[in-house]
């Protein structure tokens, strides 16, 4: 199978406010009101993942398999944070993505996101069988 409308260059970038929701206090991943890791990281993913699907055949989806990312920013609650995911290799079934990630005052966190093609169907129910062993 091959994936014609995925090339290097492509860019995506998704958008959101950051609520309390959102915070290391809330996630647990710290004792702050602000914006959380791993909530950065879930948008960046999020602007990885949706790029990879708009230029997939329906029967086709990508998973995460790695995200080497620096949160190097803090983001306040009510504030505005934009993930930007651009691809920057593409081999075979597995898609390579710079990140970025920015709030109003400029970037807060950078890295790389590595996504792979799998087919729904037949890794929907590799997973299922797992409950079955």
């Not at 996630?27 to 990879?52: F, H, Q, R, W």
């Amino acid at each position: 199978m091959t994936f014609e409308k995925l090339s290097v260059g492509l860019k995506n970038s998704v958008a959101q406010a950051v609520t309390a929701n959102d915070t290391a206090l809330a996630v647990g991943s710290g004792s702050l009101n602000v914006l959380a890791t791993p909530k950065m990281l879930a948008l960046m993913e999020k602007a990885a993942a949706d790029l990879a699907e708009a230029n997939l055949p329906a029967e086709w989806t990508s998973v995460g398999i790695s995200l080497n990312v620096e949160h190097i920013a803090p983001t306040p609650v009510g504030m505005q944070v934009r993930a930007e995911a651009e691809l920057v290799e593409f081999d075979g079934r597995k898609i390579i993505f710079s990140v970025a990630a920015y709030d109003e005052c400029g970037e807060i966190g950078r890295g790389r996101h590595e996504r792979f093609i799998v087919n729904r169907e037949k890794f929907q129910a590799k997973a299922n069988a797992k409950k079955n062993s």
